[in-house]
């Protein structure tokens, strides 16, 4: 992906100060590591009539596999395949726009400390995008940017060339110019309306882009005339997203227009309200859930078997009936941002021999598994493929056999309460499969059964009378020994 930056100057005010606003040296070419690939800041020219930064963002196409929100076992039957021929990674996207807030934060804050002064003087501007992504083509370019007061050119990209009876595809090369322009005002329009014109991101949209919308949307979002359609697609449509930004956007409008604060303008509410706790989220009630059954066990030695970063560890830390907690995972990345999490570095001596944290695979057997009280697989199970389970089953209940074993997963039924999940997904990218409630009755039953443990079913987070809990937990106990189960 490649963007420029081009601004003229004049003996008085050279038109490299740019560097000084973008704090990158025009002389430096510098790369900035992000989540997906890496971005490169660098100068084709620079002098004091003209200067021009360039944003280069080389996409690691793995990493944005691997990474993306995917849409795992259950999606779109198309999605692997466009996983080798979508060319969307290459092109202007949200990838693009986190890499402006990234690599050029303080210009989108307006901040220059060397030079205060500079971020509130505007300056003649001209971005290019050489391939930009436009769901509504040419005619939605100029709707969205001409309101702003930009001069714009948004050329359609032809599918082929060599093919002009094909037509355009729904790309297009994009400049932008404005002879008045602050540079906080230009990356901030380009922060919200890339993504907009792609209509995707390559994340999990969640309540704090309504934030992040406002703050990059303050001063040109609430008079926009396309503000709705830049506020449903850059929230993925998400309806309840989009009528809290729309509501509090019409607030700023009133406020302008009464010229008065926004807080003397809501104030149907009386404050008290605003102390009202809000609902505790599904993965701490989880962790609670599961604290509680250990606590109810008499366990003090406990395995957590696929610990991932170790958030269940460092709950079950701050409870000293626990004497000894060991995490387990396959991924020495996840136990490495575990061991960041618990800051395992800085620990006391004390509390450091209660914690360990082992790499390691549940589908094999583990002796350094062995003479534990109760183990923990939370979340874990839906993440291998069935084939893989009984394995699983063996490693845990036949091998290491602690006198209790937690498991918790998905309840799939639940999932039509999710207005964010689409009919058909799964919750996560990553799983392989998530069950009904009858289903993970029959798969418990039959572990307990085979490895002679008691089960007892938990609903964690609000059992709905329909469909049942959001999560569904199953207790086992141990109550034959494994010498008389063997004969």
């Known amino acids: 992906m490649f963007l420029t930056i081009t601004t003229t100057g004049t003996p008085e005010r050279p038109a490299t100060e740019l560097g000084f606003l973008l704090h990158k040296h025009p002389e430096k070419a510098q790369a900035f590591s992000t989540s997906y690939g890496t971005a490169h800041v660098l100068y084709p020219e620079a002098d004091a009539e003209r200067c021009t930064a360039a944003l280069l963002l080389e996409v690691d196409a793995v990493a944005l596999v691997r990474r993306g929100k995917g849409k795992g076992r259950g999606g779109a039957p198309d999605a692997a395949l466009a996983q080798y021929v979508n060319d969307r990674p290459y092109a202007a996207s949200s990838l693009l726009a986190v890499a402006l807030s990234n690599v050029f934060s303080s210009a989108m ?57 094909w037509g355009d595809s729904r790309y297009v090369r994009l400049e932008l110019e404005s002879a008045d322009r602050t540079l906080a005002e230009a990356l901030r329009h380009l922060y919200v ?7 995707a991101k390559h994340y999990w949209v969640s309540s704090d882009e309504v934030d992040k919308l406002l703050r990059a949307g303050e001063g040109w979002l609430p008079g ?66 599961i604290t509680a059954a250990l606590k ?23 409870d000293p009936a626990f004497t000894e907690i060991v995490g387990l ?31 390691g695979s549940l589908a094999y057997t583990d002796h350094r598994l062995k003479g534990y009280d109760a183990a923990v697989l939370s979340e874990v199970i839906e993440h291998l493929d069935l084939p893989r389970l009984p394995a699983l089953e063996y490693a845990v209940f036949g091998a290491a056999r602690p006198r209790t074993v937690l498991v918790t997963t998905p309840n799939v039924e639940y999932n039509v309460r999710w207005e964010s999940l689409p009919a058909g997904h799964v919750r996560h990218g990553d799983h392989r499969f998530e069950w009904t409630r009858a289903e993970f009755r029959a798969w418990a039953e039959a572990v307990a059964e085979r490895h002679g443990y008691e089960a007892e079913f938990v609903p964690v987070g609000p059992d709905d009378p329909e469909v049942g809990p959001p999560t569904q937990m199953v207790v086992f106990t141990l109550t034959t020994p494994k010498e008389a189960k063997a004969a």
């Not at 309306?193 to 209509?199: Q, S, Y």
């Not at 010229?259 to 009202?276: F, L, P």
């Not at 109810?296 to 701050?318: H, I, P, Y």
């Not at 490495?336 to 800085?346: M, N, P, Y």
Request: proline letters at 8%; aromatic letters at 2%; glycine letters at 6%.
């Open 109 to 165: 804050k307006g901040v220059c400390n060397a030079r205060p002064e500079l971020p509130a003087l505007p300056r003649p501007l001209r971005i290019e995008v050489p391939a930009l992504p436009a769901r509504g083509g040419p005619g939605l370019v100029r709707r969205l940017f001409e309101p702003l007061g930009w001069t714009v050119t948004a050329e359609p990209v032809p599918l082929d060339t060599e093919f002009p009876q």
């Open 224 to 289: 926009h005339p396309e503000q709705k359609l830049i506020t449903s697609r850059y929230l993925s449509r998400r309806w309840s997203l989009t009528r809290q930004a729309t509501e509090r956007l019409e607030l700023v409008r009133l406020a302008e227009a009464d010229d008065s604060e926004v807080e003397e303008i809501d104030n149907a509410v009386e404050a008290e309200t605003e102390t009202e706790e809000r609902p505790t989220p599904l993965a701490v009630q989880r962790r609670e859930a």
């Open 329 to 359: 995972d396959v991924s020495m990345r996840a136990l490495t941002i575990a061991s960041r999490r618990l800051k395992l570095d800085r620990m006391g001596e004390r509390q450091a021999a209660r914690v360990k944290l082992l790499q």
């Open 193 to 199: 309306l890339l993504p907009v014109l792609d209509d």
């Open 296 to 318: 109810a066990s008499g366990a003090a030695r406990v395995l957590d078997l696929g610990c991932g970063q170790g958030q269940l560890v460092q709950t079950l830390l701050k």
